[in-house]
């Protein structure tokens, strides 16, 4: 190869090589930082542009973010005035009351026990400790979608807090260890249900079971609203999923991250008075409703369909009122195990 | 003998690049940081599209076992 051709492909290269690096490399250092600020992005797009995405929820970050853009005021505490609070206060309140959301630690005499830090509204100090209150919540293995707004008649039970106490029955079978499982599994259901019902989970307890649909709603309900059991089994048409305040968790064979967050949703949604939707071709069912494909594998984001969060919603609304909804359900309440 | 013709006067040639007259500071400002910022924000912005609604495109992937081998 003569000195001149090589001098020919040299300056080819610089003239046209290097832009096309350089585009190229602008262009995926926008595709980096946009898979991994994807959910912010995602919700600005949601939020602010109006563009019809699903805005994955990767934990509780992403739910302070949204919290602060909603309303600034409510994740700031120390935006309080604490100049303005009276010196009276501390003879008011005794020092062993806890301190209300409103009160600084300013405001407390010297020799006061140390200060909590601030809690959420929906979180009541005066609840006692359960098995759902660990240290750090656990992440979400699965992508959740973000709760649309209510509308104006479900916004009252949306926003009224509500808390349902669950015992746990669980299939030693479903995982090596199984309490811790399910324990998790819950977590992680009251976390979705929080978000799109206002419903918080309280675990009463967890009973090892032998997994026979028929003694689940037999067991005592020790202080609990409803009796969930988590088995082994997939999910089949011949064992009912609901009972009078019970419910069967069965196992999602197409979900490897949690097979039975879908499935105790799906039966929690039952005893919240949502219908299973059996319609492959449905728009609840396209859109990964888990009252419709309760068997749909981990790349689905887990959401909601605006029929049956509205039962879900009213159904709250009514056992928050004291007329709980969990009665005895019908026999055809199976979901279609159709594949997609 | 004739007057030889009278040549318009000349306007004194500039330097070897001097500016003829001074730009406006609007034109400077569009021409070296809005066009070209405008341009490379498109650029990455259209790339973080692609990767925030797409993640599991080709480009994407590739974009991401890219930055893997530096990680």
Request: proline fraction near 12%; charged fraction near 20%.
């Amino acid at each position: 190869m003569s000195t001149t051709r090589v001098k020919a492909l040299a300056k080819l290269f610089l003239l046209l090589g290097l832009p096309v690096t350089a585009l190229a490399g602008l262009f995926g250092g926008g595709v980096y930082l946009g898979h991994s600020h994807r959910a912010t992005i995602l919700y600005v797009e949601k939020e602010w542009l109006g563009m019809d995405v699903v805005v994955p929820s990767n934990g509780p970050w992403i739910d302070a973010q949204i919290a602060r853009a909603k309303d600034p005021k409510a994740v700031k505490p120390e935006a309080t005035k604490p100049s303005e609070t009276p010196e009276t206060q501390p003879e008011t309140k005794p020092p062993e009351t806890t301190p209300t959301e409103t009160k600084t630690p300013e405001t407390k005499p010297p020799d006061a026990p140390e200060t909590t830090p601030p809690k959420s509204p929906e979180s009541p100090e005066t609840a006692p400790p359960t098995l759902l209150d660990p240290p750090v919540r656990p992440r979400m293995p699965v992508t959740v979608a973000l709760a649309d707004t209510v509308s104006d008649d479900l916004r009252g039970p949306f926003h009224a807090a509500y808390t349902l106490k669950i015992k746990a029955l669980v299939d030693p079978g479903v995982a090596p260890d199984a309490f811790t499982y399910v324990q998790r599994t819950l977590e992680w259901t009251s976390q979705v249900l929080g978000n799109q019902l206002g419903v918080d989970l309280e675990l009463t307890g967890v009973v090892r079971w032998d997994g026979a649909p028929g003694s689940l709603c037999e067991h005592p309900r020790e202080g609990a609203d409803v009796i969930l059991g988590f088995s082994r089994q997939a999910f089949n048409n011949s064992d009912p999923i609901v009972g009078d305040g019970c419910a069967l968790v069965p196992t999602s064979p197409r979900s490897r991250q949690a097979p039975h967050l879908r499935p105790a949703l799906f039966s929690l949604g039952r005893l919240l008075g949502a219908a299973a939707i059996g319609d492959p071709g449905s728009e609840a069912w396209r859109a990964g409703s888990w009252m419709a494909d309760v068997l749909a594998d981990d790349a689905q984001p887990v959401s909601l369909d605006p029929e049956s969060r509205r039962a879900m919603l009213l159904a709250k609304d009514a056992a928050a009122q004291g007329e709980p909804p969990w009665a005895p359900a019908p026999t055809d309440d199976a979901p279609a195990t159709e594949e997609k | 003998m004739a007057a030889p013709p009278k040549t318009p006067a000349r306007q004194p040639q500039p330097a070897e690049g001097e500016e003829t007259e001074p730009r406006s500071r609007l034109g400077w400002f569009l021409g070296w940081i809005m066009v070209p910022g405008l341009v490379l924000a498109l650029i990455v912005g259209s790339g973080a599209y692609v990767g925030a609604n797409h993640p599991e495109s080709w480009v994407t992937r590739a974009v991401l076992w890219l930055a893997g081998l530096f990680a």
